[in-house]
């Protein structure tokens, strides 16, 4: 079958896609199984609390590889799952924190605390990345699903983990089955560790019913107050029932064979699920259907950093895509879902990425930019080639959007072929989408003070004031100020009681 190069940049002549290979460490040229159906995997978010702005950025770039093999494949032949992780030991310690009162009194089960947690997290998940841009995936497994054997006969983790006995990759030891790394000679292809090394390396004690301290676990015992599926082994002719819990990496195995087949094209996802998540995914994968390998290309994003430093609640710098959206957590203000899309894309997937108040102020002025001249342009009527041909080096966002800087140029200088253009190789990026009015009328909404919210905090100020408590009035006037609010303090003339006035000043 032919590639199909849709869209109106034939005239550019023909260019591959070119991806760095995390597998070969390579830059290769994408070639797809098959061009009728192009098939992508990404690791998506275990359910248990709000999605931050690291976990956006996977969402974020592979949704514009997303775009942009529909664009070169067309829309119905690229398949991209994305799955769900609503099994894992913190979803469990989640629903005993929220929901431990009704367990206790017998209103809920751990089940159904657990469910809850899952359904609203993953329900704050899809309103998140939505915001920002991304289109849904063609399938969305959730891993409770795809525990046991299925009636529609679709992949499993059970009976994968049971062709990985068979096939003498695994082995059962103090109610886990494990992984034996030793069966695997090129175990570590993907992130390069070798067994040996990590046998010669390992300083901590291994785990004495693990046979090498590399082994993981497929499947492991639940305790009768922990979740637990039935599951049914053959080891060597002998059933072993084990109520249990699957392992992280093997729902990953399941769900990509359950909807992309034993090998399929691309697998994504952040640097730091390199070691150990995807290559026990390959180590699985590739063990139990007898493949050379799970996917032909291994993508992941670099790390994501908050103003300089690493990620954690403990530095403050925690920041979540709902505090940026519907918060002023973060500069003191909301930020539109487009701001944080071009923000995260103005740095190359690989690139570590800094996300600061000062990146998100310059996004949101390029897209003020742009949104002000593209004026009632319609993306259909403009050629997207531009964008494409620059994206077609391993995703190469940074010269896309300088692309798009050249043509906001030309358009200003009253170039109406420009505009279409700027908003056809923008929409390829998932970026001006909305109309010009859309654009400005929805940040004058974001922007819209509270008076009485604010009335409300000045007064608060006054009674710590009156208190003496001036760190906590000097905390309140920091985070009105933060929002652009001015307070100015004078004497009532006829009381001699001080009064607050208030400003705004942006
Ligand atoms: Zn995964």
């Known amino acids: 079958m032919d590639v199909v190069i849709t869209g109106s940049g034939m005239s550019d002549g023909f260019k591959a896609l070119k991806l760095y290979n995390t597998l070969t460490r390579r830059d290769e040229e994408f070639v797809p199984l098959d061009p009728a159906n192009v098939r992508m995997y990404v690791c998506g978010p275990t359910v248990y609390d709000f999605a931050h702005i690291g976990n956006a950025r996977p969402v974020i770039v592979f949704d514009v590889l997303f775009r942009l093999l529909r664009q070169l494949y067309g829309d119905d032949h690229v398949t ?179 909807y992309l087949g034993e090998v399929f094209d691309i697998h994504g996802g952040g640097l730091d699920l390199i070691f150990p998540h995807h290559e026990n995914e390959i180590a699985q994968s590739r063990c139990a259907h007898g493949t050379p390998v799970m996917a032909n290309y291994w993508l992941h994003n670099g790390f994501v950093q908050v103003e300089g430093k690493k990620m954690a609640k403990s530095e403050g710098n925690f920041v979540t895509i709902h505090d940026l959206l519907a918060t002023e957590n973060f500069g003191g203000r ?97 970026l001006l989408t909305q109309s010009q009015d859309q654009w400005f009328s929805g940040k004058a909404a974001d922007a819209a003070i509270d008076e009485a919210a604010v009335e409300e905090r000045v007064a608060a100020r006054l009674s710590l004031l009156r208190a003496k408590n001036f760190p906590e009035a000097d905390r309140i006037r920091e985070e009105l100020s933060g929002r652009g609010i001015q307070l100015m303090d004078y004497k009532d003339p006829e009381t001699g009681e001080r009064r607050t006035k208030w400003e705004v000043k942006r």
């Open 80 to 258: 991209y799952v994305r799955n769900i992780t609503d099994v894992d030991d913190k979803i469990n310690a989640r629903a005993l924190r929220d929901f431990g009162e009704d367990i206790t009194a017998g209103r809920l089960t751990l089940n159904e605390a657990i469910r809850r947690v899952t359904e609203r997290t993953a329900a704050q998940f899809h309103a998140d990345v939505a915001a920002l841009g991304c289109l849904a995936p063609t399938h969305e497994p959730r891993a409770t699903e795809f525990v046991l054997p299925r009636t529609d006969g679709k992949a499993d983790m059970a009976s994968l983990i049971q062709t990985l006995i068979d096939r003498g990759h695994a082995y059962a030891a103090k109610g886990e089955i494990l992984f034996d790394t030793a069966s695997m000679p090129d175990y570590g292809q993907l992130s390069k560790r070798r067994l040996e090394d990590q046998q010669a390396g390992a300083r901590v004690a291994v785990d004495p019913h693990k046979r090498n301290p590399s082994d993981f676990v497929l499947w492991k015992e639940s305790s009768a107050e922990e979740p637990g599926w039935e599951g049914r082994f053959t080891f060597e002719g002998k059933p072993l029932v084990i109520r249990g819990r699957p392992g992280w990496h093997i729902e990953c195995s399941a769900m990509s064979a359950a």
């Open 334 to 430: 909301k930020w539109p879902g487009e701001v944080l899309r071009l923000a995260i894309l103005m740095t190359h997937y690989r690139e570590p990425l800094d996300f600061s108040l000062r990146k998100l102020e310059e996004a949101e002025a390029v897209l003020d930019g742009w949104y002000r001249v593209v004026g009632d342009a319609k993306h259909q009527e403009g050629d997207s080639g531009a964008v494409r041909r620059a994206l077609l080096d391993d995703l190469g966002t940074p010269a896309a959007i300088t692309v798009l800087h050249d043509l906001r140029a030309q358009a200003a200088r009253g170039s109406e072929a420009a505009k279409a253009d700027l908003k056809a190789n923008a929409v390829l990026l998932g």
